[in-house]
């Protein structure tokens, strides 16, 4: 079973709309976690980081929460643009491995004019 | 910097045949990996070096998949042979392991194609 799993797995919004993305993971202990931004056909960029004693994390648009109690975090997204066409992925680094990254599978977006 | 290079960008090849996937991280980084995405299973983690060195190869999926890194500036993947079940998109990633904040900067990946 992933350690890491996110929702919804697709996702269609009308452009200007706002929209959430969710992250649950059961890794532990964790170091971090971080959500990528993945164009099609390009590799992932990093959106933002957390650790476990940060809260949230805002990168332009891009709001990341993070409640390490229920380990759950979100990817806030405000007035979507058609570039925020893309598929956001959640990934937790296990603690005292920073190699040791879980991927979730991605939430795929579409924003519509 | 250039980023983390990939090459090729794409390959089409014939089941049976021998594939050479290719990686140049970032300069100075000192963590290499490699990354396996289909649509069914997203991201898979291949295999990751430390300072050129393997250190956890668990996700090669099998014999026919082999990965080196002879130097600081340099890596492949190779499969040999192929099988159209390796059809996907293969990412490289390097990283500076230092902080808990270590990010792995992806290349731009090489899709590849078996039939």
């Known amino acids: 079973k992933n350690q890491v799993e996110q929702s919804p797995q697709s996702l269609i919004i009308l452009e200007g709309k706002n929209c959430t993305l969710q992250c649950n993971y059961t890794v532990s202990p964790f170091s971090n976690l971080r959500w990528y931004k993945q164009d099609t056909g390009r590799g992932p960029v990093s959106l933002t980081i957390?650790?476990?004693?940060?809260n949230t994390k805002s990168n332009g648009r891009y709001t990341a929460t993070l409640d390490a109690d229920t380990k759950q975090s979100s990817l806030h997204i405000t007035a979507s643009q058609l570039s925020d066409s893309a598929s956001y992925i959640c990934v937790v680094t296990a603690q005292y491995n920073n190699n040791d990254m879980r991927f979730g599978a991605g939430t795929r977006l579409t924003v519509k004019p | 910097d250039a980023g983390v290079i990939q090459s090729p960008r794409h390959e089409v090849t014939e089941m049976g045949q021998e594939v050479t996937l290719r990686c140049k991280p970032i300069s100075g980084h000192n963590s290499l990996f490699w990354y396996r995405q289909t649509m069914m299973r997203g991201l898979e983690l291949l295999i990751y070096f430390n300072n050129n060195v393997p250190i956890d190869d668990s996700g090669m999926p099998e014999d026919r998949f082999s990965a080196k890194m002879p130097n600081a500036s340099f890596s492949t993947l190779k499969i040999q042979p192929s099988e159209p079940r390796d059809s996907a998109v293969y990412f490289c990633?390097?990283?500076?392991?230092?902080?808990?904040?270590?990010?792995?900067?992806f290349g731009q990946g090489t899709r590849l194609t078996v039939v």
């Open positions: 990633a390097s990283s500076l392991v230092r902080t808990t904040n270590t990010e792995a900067f």
């Open positions: 957390m650790t476990f004693s940060e």
